[in-house]
């Protein structure tokens, strides 16, 4: 007996669609909170709206319009308030996503898109409260090349990274920290950015080019560090540099939030920051950042979308 043949149906993908042959897709990742006020509150949808349209664009689609991308988003979390979780369960996390869904045999744009949200109750990332992950620099594996689509939440970025992660974290690592292709520059870890502490008093962000997702969180806690009082740096990082000089370092972004980087693992040797614990600057950014999204604190540069 062979495996079952299954009609053209509406709820299957076309075999020939786009997306699943050749990657033009492309996704964003955003969450909703229940705030101190009672609110449901989405962070900064528009930053997504725009990366996903830029994204889209790259890859040959037309982009949806930044008012429906909100709108859908909007519509979707209302739809599922009885699944947004209680602020001390977790947040919501919600997933826009738009792909050359209809039949193309050769390689060219697919002549249909679908755009669609789906939306899941997320657990609090760190269970047992904040604690610091170890990282594994790779020099055999790279995360995306200059000119291509790094830049972006396309869909072909992360399989290529599931093999390296899986791999690391055999080994205790939380994940891989990706350079650039010339084993010099920090890019990022799987789906976060990288920043730290100088021993400087300075914090440092790494400059996203075209290798690199322009995280919406490394931007808010860059504005956030400047608003304490910072002095910040963004610029492209060597790791050496990173390693001899930073006090605290830590990865950022949606999933992540903040999360304390304890050591970095390089050719064999491993380099703590602040003894492998997690670091006053980064508890004090991560308060900041997260009291912000649950309006403990105010929402001074009008990052929240209240639903209705
Ligand atoms: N880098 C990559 C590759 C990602 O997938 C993500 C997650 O979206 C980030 C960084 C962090 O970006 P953001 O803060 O916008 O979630």
């Known amino acids: 007996m ?9 709820t299957l993908e076309h075999p020939a669609a786009g997306d699943t042959n050749y990657g033009q897709g492309v996704f964003e990742g955003l969450k909703a909170r229940r705030t101190e006020r009672g609110n449901i509150a989405f962070f ?3 930053d997504n709206a725009s990366r996903m349209a830029q994204g889209a664009k790259r890859l040959g ?3 949806v319009p930044e008012n429906i991308f909100i709108d859908a988003v909007l519509r979707t979390g209302a739809a599922n308030t009885d699944y947004i979780p209680e602020a001390k ?3 919501a996390y919600f997933r826009p996503k738009q792909s050359g869904s209809g039949p193309i045999v050769g390689v060219a744009p697919s002549p249909e898109n679908t755009f669609e949200v789906f939306m899941t109750p997320v657990g609090p990332y760190f269970k047992g409260g904040m604690s610091a992950v170890s990282l594994l620099v790779s020099e055999e594996y790279h995360r995306a090349a200059a000119g291509n689509v790094g830049f972006c939440k396309a869909i072909g970025n992360y399989a290529p990274g599931m093999i390296p992660a899986k791999e690391a974290k055999a080994q205790g690592f939380a994940e891989i920290l ?10 990022e870890a799987g789906a976060a950015n990288f920043g730290f502490v100088g021993k400087d008093g300075k914090v440092y962000f790494v400059q996203p080019s075209g290798t690199i997702l322009d995280g919406i969180t490394s931007r808010s806690v860059e504005q956030i560090a400047q608003d304490m009082g910072f002095e910040t740096i963004r ?6 540099f990173a390693l001899q000089n930073a006090a605290e370092c830590f990865c950022m972004g949606t999933a992540a939030v903040i999360s304390p980087i304890g050591s970095i693992t390089h050719r064999g040797t491993a380099y703590d920051f602040n003894h492998g614990e997690v670091g006053p600057i980064t508890a004090d950014l991560y308060d900041r950042l997260t009291g912000i999204q649950t309006e403990r604190y105010p929402d001074k540069h009008g990052w929240l979308t209240i639903l209705d």
């Open 44 to 46: 900064r949808i528009r």
């Open 2 to 10: 062979g495996l079952p043949l299954y009609p053209f149906d509406k």
């Open 235 to 240: 610029d492209r990082i060597a790791l050496d």
């Open 61 to 63: 689609m037309i982009p």
């Open 89 to 91: 369960d977790g947040d």
């Open 178 to 187: 990706y350079l650039d292709t010339n084993n010099n520059l920090i890019e």
